[in-house]
T-cell receptor
Framework: GQNIDQPTEMTATEGAIVQINCTYQ??????LFWYQQHAGEAPTFLSY??LDGLEEKGRFSSFLSRSKGYSYLLLKELQMKDSASYLC??????????WGAGTKLIIKP | DTEVTQTPKHLVMGMTNKKSLKCEQH?????MYWYKQKAKKPPELMFV???????INESVPSRFSPECPNSSLLNLHLHALQPEDSALYLC??????????????FGQGTRLTVV
Protein backbone atom coordinates (compact mmCIF):
# COMPACT_ATOMS: atom_id res chain seq x y z
CA GLY A 1 0.00 0.00 0.00
CA GLN A 2 0.93 3.66 -0.08
CA ASN A 3 2.12 5.26 3.10
CA ILE A 4 3.46 8.63 4.20
CA ASP A 5 4.77 9.01 7.76
CA GLN A 6 5.55 12.19 9.62
CA PRO A 7 5.53 13.04 13.34
CA THR A 8 2.17 14.05 14.76
CA GLU A 9 3.42 17.01 16.74
CA MET A 10 6.64 18.91 17.42
CA THR A 11 7.50 21.79 19.74
CA ALA A 12 10.27 24.33 19.18
CA THR A 13 11.39 27.67 20.55
CA GLU A 14 11.12 31.01 18.80
CA GLY A 15 14.38 31.82 16.99
CA ALA A 16 15.50 28.19 16.89
CA ILE A 17 15.70 25.65 14.04
CA VAL A 18 13.38 22.67 13.60
CA GLN A 19 13.47 19.74 11.17
CA ILE A 20 10.28 17.92 10.24
CA ASN A 21 10.85 14.49 8.73
CA CYS A 22 8.74 12.62 6.21
CA THR A 23 9.20 9.04 5.01
CA TYR A 24 7.19 7.58 2.19
CA GLN A 25 6.38 4.35 0.38
CA UNK A 26 4.37 4.97 -2.77
CA UNK A 27 3.67 3.35 -6.12
CA UNK A 28 6.03 5.47 -8.16
CA UNK A 29 7.39 8.90 -7.43
CA UNK A 30 6.87 12.15 -9.31
CA UNK A 31 7.89 14.64 -6.68
CA LEU A 32 7.38 15.53 -3.05
CA PHE A 33 5.59 18.63 -1.80
CA TRP A 34 5.53 20.41 1.54
CA TYR A 35 2.50 22.52 2.45
CA GLN A 36 1.82 24.72 5.45
CA GLN A 37 -1.69 24.86 6.88
CA HIS A 38 -2.86 27.17 9.64
CA ALA A 39 -5.87 26.01 11.61
CA GLY A 40 -9.10 26.57 9.69
CA GLU A 41 -7.28 27.72 6.56
CA ALA A 42 -6.32 26.12 3.25
CA PRO A 43 -2.88 24.57 2.70
CA THR A 44 -0.27 26.86 1.14
CA PHE A 45 2.59 25.58 -0.99
CA LEU A 46 6.08 25.69 0.53
CA SER A 47 8.35 23.53 -1.60
CA TYR A 48 8.69 20.88 -4.27
CA UNK A 49 11.53 18.33 -4.63
CA UNK A 50 11.87 15.81 -7.44
CA LEU A 51 15.67 15.36 -7.47
CA ASP A 52 17.88 14.39 -4.54
CA GLY A 53 19.33 17.22 -2.55
CA LEU A 54 18.49 20.39 -0.73
CA GLU A 55 16.25 23.18 -2.00
CA GLU A 56 16.56 26.43 -0.06
CA LYS A 57 13.94 29.13 -0.02
CA GLY A 58 14.53 31.83 2.55
CA ARG A 59 14.04 30.50 6.07
CA PHE A 60 12.67 27.22 4.73
CA SER A 61 14.67 24.39 3.13
CA SER A 62 13.54 20.99 1.93
CA PHE A 63 15.67 17.91 1.39
CA LEU A 64 14.98 14.75 -0.56
CA SER A 65 16.60 11.32 -0.74
CA ARG A 66 14.70 9.15 -3.22
CA SER A 67 16.75 6.02 -2.46
CA LYS A 68 15.76 6.27 1.21
CA GLY A 69 12.18 7.43 0.60
CA TYR A 70 12.91 10.35 2.91
CA SER A 71 12.45 14.08 3.01
CA TYR A 72 12.71 16.79 5.61
CA LEU A 73 11.55 20.36 5.93
CA LEU A 74 13.95 22.63 7.79
CA LEU A 75 12.65 25.85 9.32
CA LYS A 76 15.20 28.37 10.58
CA GLU A 77 14.84 31.47 12.77
CA LEU A 78 11.44 30.29 13.90
CA GLN A 79 8.73 32.88 14.35
CA MET A 80 5.48 32.55 16.26
CA LYS A 81 3.57 32.73 12.97
CA ASP A 82 5.26 29.46 11.91
CA SER A 83 2.97 27.63 14.33
CA ALA A 84 0.92 25.54 11.93
CA SER A 85 0.54 22.05 10.51
CA TYR A 86 3.08 20.98 7.91
CA LEU A 87 1.87 18.46 5.36
CA CYS A 88 4.13 16.21 3.31
CA UNK A 89 2.60 14.96 0.05
CA UNK A 90 4.03 12.67 -2.63
CA UNK A 91 2.89 12.56 -6.24
CA UNK A 92 2.68 8.93 -7.27
CA UNK A 93 3.02 7.26 -10.67
CA UNK A 94 -0.57 8.26 -11.54
CA UNK A 95 0.25 11.90 -10.71
CA UNK A 96 -2.02 11.74 -7.68
CA UNK A 97 -1.04 13.44 -4.43
CA UNK A 98 -0.73 11.08 -1.48
CA TRP A 99 -0.87 13.10 1.73
CA GLY A 100 0.74 12.54 5.09
CA ALA A 101 -1.35 13.23 8.19
CA GLY A 102 0.56 16.42 8.89
CA THR A 103 2.87 17.57 11.69
CA LYS A 104 1.51 20.14 14.11
CA LEU A 105 4.35 22.52 14.96
CA ILE A 106 4.04 24.49 18.20
CA ILE A 107 6.36 27.46 18.67
CA LYS A 108 7.03 28.66 22.21
CA PRO A 109 8.45 32.06 23.12
CA ASP B 1 -3.74 36.54 -10.23
CA THR B 2 -2.60 33.46 -8.32
CA GLU B 3 -5.80 32.90 -6.43
CA VAL B 4 -8.36 30.19 -6.24
CA THR B 5 -11.61 31.67 -5.01
CA GLN B 6 -14.23 29.57 -3.25
CA THR B 7 -17.74 30.57 -2.26
CA PRO B 8 -19.36 30.50 0.16
CA LYS B 9 -16.81 30.53 2.98
CA HIS B 10 -19.29 28.99 5.39
CA LEU B 11 -22.44 26.96 4.74
CA VAL B 12 -24.96 25.40 7.08
CA MET B 13 -27.48 23.12 5.44
CA GLY B 14 -30.15 20.65 6.43
CA MET B 15 -30.11 17.03 5.30
CA THR B 16 -32.92 17.66 2.80
CA ASN B 17 -31.38 20.79 1.27
CA LYS B 18 -29.71 21.20 -2.09
CA LYS B 19 -26.76 23.57 -2.25
CA SER B 20 -23.71 24.18 -4.41
CA LEU B 21 -20.12 25.07 -3.69
CA LYS B 22 -18.30 27.18 -6.25
CA CYS B 23 -14.64 27.48 -7.18
CA GLU B 24 -13.00 29.82 -9.66
CA GLN B 25 -9.45 30.34 -10.91
CA HIS B 26 -8.02 32.57 -13.64
CA UNK B 27 -4.50 31.18 -13.82
CA UNK B 28 -5.17 29.17 -16.96
CA UNK B 29 -4.83 25.95 -15.02
CA UNK B 30 -6.30 22.91 -16.76
CA UNK B 31 -6.63 20.62 -13.73
CA MET B 32 -9.04 21.33 -10.88
CA TYR B 33 -9.66 19.31 -7.75
CA TRP B 34 -12.14 18.91 -4.92
CA TYR B 35 -10.81 17.78 -1.55
CA LYS B 36 -12.59 17.07 1.72
CA GLN B 37 -10.74 17.72 4.97
CA LYS B 38 -11.88 16.72 8.42
CA ALA B 39 -10.36 18.31 11.50
CA LYS B 40 -6.76 17.29 12.20
CA LYS B 41 -6.65 15.10 9.07
CA PRO B 42 -4.98 15.66 5.71
CA PRO B 43 -7.07 16.56 2.66
CA GLU B 44 -8.84 13.62 0.97
CA LEU B 45 -9.15 13.76 -2.79
CA MET B 46 -12.73 13.57 -4.07
CA PHE B 47 -12.68 14.52 -7.76
CA VAL B 48 -10.22 15.60 -10.42
CA UNK B 49 -11.15 17.47 -13.60
CA UNK B 50 -8.60 17.62 -16.36
CA UNK B 51 -9.33 19.79 -19.39
CA UNK B 52 -12.93 20.14 -18.16
CA UNK B 53 -13.50 16.39 -18.08
CA UNK B 54 -13.88 14.29 -14.97
CA UNK B 55 -10.77 12.16 -14.80
CA ILE B 56 -10.93 10.82 -11.26
CA ASN B 57 -13.81 10.07 -8.91
CA GLU B 58 -12.47 8.62 -5.70
CA SER B 59 -15.54 6.51 -4.94
CA VAL B 60 -17.44 9.52 -3.68
CA PRO B 61 -21.15 9.02 -2.80
CA SER B 62 -23.62 10.27 -5.39
CA ARG B 63 -24.93 12.91 -3.00
CA PHE B 64 -21.85 14.86 -4.12
CA SER B 65 -22.04 15.82 -7.78
CA PRO B 66 -19.21 17.78 -9.46
CA GLU B 67 -19.61 20.00 -12.47
CA CYS B 68 -17.07 21.87 -14.57
CA PRO B 69 -18.93 24.46 -16.71
CA ASN B 70 -15.70 25.83 -18.19
CA SER B 71 -11.96 25.82 -17.66
CA SER B 72 -12.14 28.46 -14.91
CA LEU B 73 -15.06 27.17 -12.87
CA LEU B 74 -15.70 24.10 -10.78
CA ASN B 75 -18.87 23.41 -8.83
CA LEU B 76 -19.79 20.81 -6.26
CA HIS B 77 -23.52 20.16 -5.98
CA LEU B 78 -24.72 18.82 -2.66
CA HIS B 79 -27.95 16.96 -2.01
CA ALA B 80 -29.25 14.88 0.89
CA LEU B 81 -26.04 15.14 2.85
CA GLN B 82 -25.40 13.49 6.20
CA PRO B 83 -24.02 15.12 9.36
CA GLU B 84 -20.76 13.19 8.86
CA ASP B 85 -20.27 15.11 5.61
CA SER B 86 -19.55 18.21 7.68
CA ALA B 87 -15.98 19.22 6.84
CA LEU B 88 -13.80 21.79 5.12
CA TYR B 89 -14.17 21.43 1.34
CA LEU B 90 -11.13 22.60 -0.55
CA CYS B 91 -10.81 23.38 -4.21
CA UNK B 92 -7.40 23.37 -5.87
CA UNK B 93 -6.02 23.90 -9.33
CA UNK B 94 -2.77 23.07 -11.06
CA UNK B 95 -1.16 23.70 -14.41
CA UNK B 96 -1.79 20.28 -15.82
CA UNK B 97 -2.66 17.00 -14.13
CA UNK B 98 0.11 15.21 -16.01
CA UNK B 99 2.74 17.88 -15.48
CA UNK B 100 5.47 16.76 -13.13
CA UNK B 101 5.96 20.11 -11.46
CA UNK B 102 2.33 20.37 -10.58
CA UNK B 103 2.14 22.76 -7.71
CA UNK B 104 -1.46 22.89 -6.55
CA UNK B 105 -2.96 26.19 -5.48
CA PHE B 106 -5.69 25.84 -2.90
CA GLY B 107 -8.71 27.99 -2.28
CA GLN B 108 -9.58 29.06 1.27
CA GLY B 109 -12.20 26.38 1.50
CA THR B 110 -15.88 26.19 2.38
CA ARG B 111 -16.64 25.20 5.96
CA LEU B 112 -19.73 23.00 5.59
CA THR B 113 -21.95 22.02 8.49
CA VAL B 114 -24.80 19.59 7.90
CA VAL B 115 -27.53 19.70 10.54
Amino acid sequence: GQNIDQPTEMTATEGAIVQINCTYQTSGFNGLFWYQQHAGEAPTFLSYNVLDGLEEKGRFSSFLSRSKGYSYLLLKELQMKDSASYLCAVMDSNYQLIWGAGTKLIIKP
Amino acid sequence: DTEVTQTPKHLVMGMTNKKSLKCEQHMGHRAMYWYKQKAKKPPELMFVYSYEKLSINESVPSRFSPECPNSSLLNLHLHALQPEDSALYLCASSQDEADRNTEAFFGQGTRLTVV
